[in-house]
């Protein structure tokens, strides 16, 4: 049979976006070690429950690593001390017993904090929103085999697809700059015949509205290494390519009219 | 009283649908910007129908409890999607689609529909290529495909492990697309609580916003609910943790018939729950069968390791019983066999409540490396999970509840028996019978999205040319918004309270899994009818809910959910008591045939069990749609 911990637990408190926060201490005693990250939190929130105490909120859904839903700072690292896995796939024996563990939110001006560990992270739909799509109307499609990609097209256009929009990037970067996130989309698209003809208003468009709400990228990498996904830095090089190719291209079309 | 009309359309079959669209009448493109719709759930079935609604020039507005559209559950189908392309030249055609599905399901499905959904099959497979969807590929650039669950050509299309993601995201960048047009409006964190009707039509829909706590209206022409399936009632399942039955119980209440209740499917390739504090359960791709050996030790007080039992010590369940299938028998047999051998006391893990799934014989066959480029992300998930690693010692696995087949009664224009009220994907009972193939949810989804209801919706529309959607300002609205406002606040004005929401959905799976769950019958069925109320009743006397109802407050999301979920499981558990055969995913225990497969009686069950609400306190009535094939011939399945 497996072993149970027993743990200190600082964890996040704040009411709101704009109250006062501060941490929880809690004893987390007896968690087995079977249990997962989040499933350590339910049977803290279960006792705090018994003692009549508000739980924590924390966001969560799928508990299989797909959805993007969770993620919260584990003493200072995002997701956790494990590589390439999500807070919910994190599981308690990657800790020791009488291990204190720091518990926190995203923090990023652009990700304001809601409730306890929970945060809005709307502002990368609004980047999505503004470009990271192709336009294929319903009914419009021709057949799926007329547009033949090199394997080796599809597999790099899928790595950079595999991105779950978490905002780990966001959380790990010092300068909480969105680079991560906005260039795996435009990797997904920009690499792919479909995606060619809208991919440089795309570009232009996506890394701009970007900079309305993120920091600058200064290549620390930092971002990389959170990646439950492991998407690579490799796609920031591409995606400041062909931003500067779209700046160049978009004016041509421009002076074509 | 309802009468149920299915509305299928004349002609042969395959010219149903064809003949169909033509008949159905047209909303012009002028006037398509005079219609409202409301759609439900930002899954493939709802973010493929906003978009597409979207594009016609209709004004839609579109509602999810995510933060993001992107993070509905389809996002975690794993293995692919059907698609009749016959690219393979392996003989398939729409044809066998619809043969297979109709099959499959244990034919308890309505043929009209599902040929439709064979027919549109192809369509969105170009569809979601050309929206950028990465599916695999051959080296020649052309579209891979592999053979799933069991089926005799290779129709599945595929994007690695994450299908559903893939497919799901391309919905969402359309959804995009139309939000960025001005033609969507999405409202994020929105709890749709109740469903409006007046004279007996869908209004719009009641909304909880889930930051402020504040309850309002929407109105519209029309509503479509896409808001997944009931898997959670069985507290643990491979659904994720907010899917929920509300807005289709809510649908139900107000006159929408829930048909089938009882279908769902138990996926056996499951990881086994390890304690009482387990959340969920996490499926394991069905492609595993197709290299794992599944066994049991013969003895049942077995305690060493897997690797120490001699070969002849073990017992290859499957492979014995079923020869020609062996490990590849469909998802409800394999997954009642598990259960056999767990029950008889066989089962292995510190919990005796899984079995094995070994690897040796491949790993020893093709070597290491070729396991790992097939199965690797799913080893490294499992091993990330139990902390052991399946390259030495066999997997565990058991079965879970995975998909639910059931669900809100619709016609062929996919319309509830609500005029006005669509539903979507595994929100509506249509296309799986009693059993769903697998790779055919994510297909059947995007069917109803992107090639279904843009076409059917206009039918009901057209008429209603000139009229304004009816006012929130109508006693309607304002009534639904008080009831749905006091309900919600009801659970925090309460003081005391011994247990939190979650010990009750605890509770309730245990009860429904227990006695409906991969075998079923009588007694257990009563007893569950009995136990239900019961804890219904504790539960809305004694659950403890804490904080505020004005803002933020996960408890009270969940606990309107949970109290719906126990509303729906004992229809759920009638209707299992009502069909006295098995069929697909229902397996009552008086009717198996002598070698204990499922036996179907289609001389009394070849219907459709649709229910109707009349109250709280009074039982629904049941209403039968009859079943006719006039294409597929009714055999026993035989998988020997």
Not at chain 1, 96 to 107: F, H, L, M, S, T
Not at chain 2, 333 to 362: C, H, I, M, Q, W
Request: net charge negative.
């Amino acid at each position: 049979m497996s072993k149970n911990l027993n743990l200190k637990l600082k964890i996040w408190r704040q009411a709101g976006p704009h109250a006062q926060g501060s941490f929880l201490e809690v004893d987390a005693h007896d968690i087995p070690e079977d249990a997962s990250f989040l499933e350590m939190l339910d049977v803290v929130n279960e006792r705090l429950i018994a003692d009549d105490v508000e739980p924590v909120t924390f966001g969560h859904d799928c508990r299989e690593g797909i959805c993007g839903t969770c993620g919260v700072m584990i003493n200072g690292q995002a997701h956790g001390p494990e590589k390439a896995t999500t807070t919910c796939q994190l599981h308690m024996r990657k800790f020791n017993d009488g291990d204190e563990i720091v518990i926190e939110p995203w923090q990023a001006t652009s990700f304001p904090i809601l409730k306890d560990l929970m945060v809005d992270r709307r502002a990368f739909d609004r980047i999505v929103e503004a470009g990271g799509y192709i336009s294929a109307p319903t009914g419009t499609a021709p057949d799926a085999n007329e547009i033949p990609i090199p394997k080796e097209v599809a597999d790099t256009s899928m790595d950079a697809a595999a991105c779950i929009g978490c905002g780990a990037c966001v959380a790990a970067c010092p300068n909480s700059a969105g680079q991560l996130f906005t260039s795996a989309k435009l990797h997904h698209l920009n690499t792919l015949p479909q995606g060619q003809p809208e991919r440089w208003k795309r570009t232009e468009a996506m890394v701009e509205t970007m900079e309305d709400f993120f920091g600058s990228c200064t290549n620390h990498g930092e971002c990389a290494e959170a990646c439950p996904k492991e998407v690579s830095l490799d796609f920031i090089a591409f995606m400041n390519r062909d931003y500067v190719k779209s700046k160049v291209k978009n004016r041509s079309l421009v002076s074509k009219r | 009283m309802v009468m149920l009309d299915a509305k299928i359309p004349e002609g042969s079959i395959e010219d149903k649908w064809d003949n169909h669209k033509f008949n159905v009448k047209l909303v012009n493109p002028a006037n398509k910007r005079k219609f409202e719709v409301i759609v439900v759930g930002t899954g493939l079935a709802g973010a493929s129908a906003a978009a597409s609604l979207a594009e016609l020039g209709y004004n839609v507005k579109v509602f999810t409890f995510h933060d993001s559209p992107r993070r509905a559950h389809s996002i975690a189908a794993q293995g692919g999607i059907n698609g009749a392309k016959n690219y393979r030249n392996d003989g398939d055609s729409i044809y066998r689609l619809f043969y297979d599905t109709v099959k499959g399901g244990d034919y308890r499905a309505r043929e009209a529909n599902v040929y439709r959904l064979a027919q549109v099959s192809v369509d969105i497979i170009d569809q979601c290529a050309a929206q950028g969807v990465p599916f695999a590929r051959e080296y020649g650039g052309l579209l891979a495909n592999r053979s799933f669950g069991g089926a005799q050509v290779s129709r599945t299309f595929y994007a690695r492990g994450q299908t559903g993601q893939q497919l799901l995201l391309g919905a969402y960048q359309a959804l995009a697309n139309a939000i960025q047009s001005g033609k969507v409006t999405l409202y994020n964190r929105s709890d749709v609580l109740d469903i409006v009707t007046k004279d007996g039509e869908a209004k719009g829909i009641v909304v909880r916003d889930m930051l402020t706590g504040q309850v309002h209206a929407h109105s519209a022409h029309a509503v479509v609910l896409a808001t997944g399936g009931y898997g959670n009632v069985y507290y643990l399942s491979t659904n994720a943790m907010a899917s929920n039955v509300t807005a289709a119980w809510r649908a139900h209440r107000k006159g929408a018939l829930v048909a089938n209740p009882c279908y769902t499917q138990i996926h056996p390739t499951c990881i086994p729950a390890s304690d009482e504090f387990q959340s969920k359960l996490t499926l394991m791709s069905e492609s595993l069968r197709n290299d794992g050996r599944i066994w049991v030790p013969r003895d049942r007080d077995e305690a060493r390791s897997a690797g120490e039992v001699a070969e002849d010590e073990r017992y290859y369940f499957l492979e014995e019983k079923y020869p020609s299938f062996g490990n590849l028998v469909p998802r409800d047999v394999a997954s009642r066999n598990a259960k056999t051998v767990v029950d008889e006391g066989r089962g292995v893990g510190p919990l005796k409540n899984g079995v094995y799934l070994d690897f040796a014989a491949a790993i020893a066959r093709d070597g290491e490396q070729a396991v790992r480029e097939r199965y690797g992300n799913l080893f490294q998930m499992y091993e990330r999970i139990t902390g052991e690693d399946p390259y030495h010692t066999p997997m565990r696995i058991y079965p879970a509840t995975h998909y639910t087949m059931g669900g809100l009664w619709v016609d062929y224009n996919l319309m509830t028996s609500v005029p006005g009220l669509y539903a979507l994907g595994e929100a509506n009972f249509s296309d799986h019978g009693a059993n769903r193939l697998g790779a055919s949810a994510l297909m059947q989804g995007l069917a109803d999205g992107y090639f279904v209801l843009p076409y059917t919706i206009g039918d009901y529309l057209a008429p209603k040319l000139g009229e304004t959607p009816l006012s929130t300002g109508d006693p309607a609205f304002t009534q639904a918004v008080a009831e749905v406002d006091d309900r919600t606040r009801q659970w925090t004005s309460k003081k005391g309270g011994t247990h939190g929401v979650e010990y009750y959905h605890r509770e309730l799976g245990k009860i429904v899994w227990e006695y409906c769950g991969m075998a079923r019958n009588e007694n257990g069925l009563e007893k569950a009818l009995s136990e239900i109320p019961a804890l219904r009743e504790e539960f809305r006397k004694n659950v403890k809910v804490l904080g505020s109802p004005d803002g933020i407050n996960t408890m009270l999301e969940k606990v309107n959910r949970v109290d719906d979920f126990m509303e729906f499981a004992e229809l759920k558990v009638r209707d299992a008591l009502h069909r006295n055969e098995s069929c697909g995913g229902h397996f009552r225990e008086e009717s198996q045939t002598e070698e204990g497969e499922a036996l179907r009686d289609d001389e009394n069950f070849a219907y459709v069990g649709a229910w109707e609400w009349n109250g709280p306190d009074e039982a629904q009535t049941l209403h039968k749609e009859d079943l006719e094939f006039e294409y597929v011939k009714l055999t026993q399945r035989s998988y020997k």
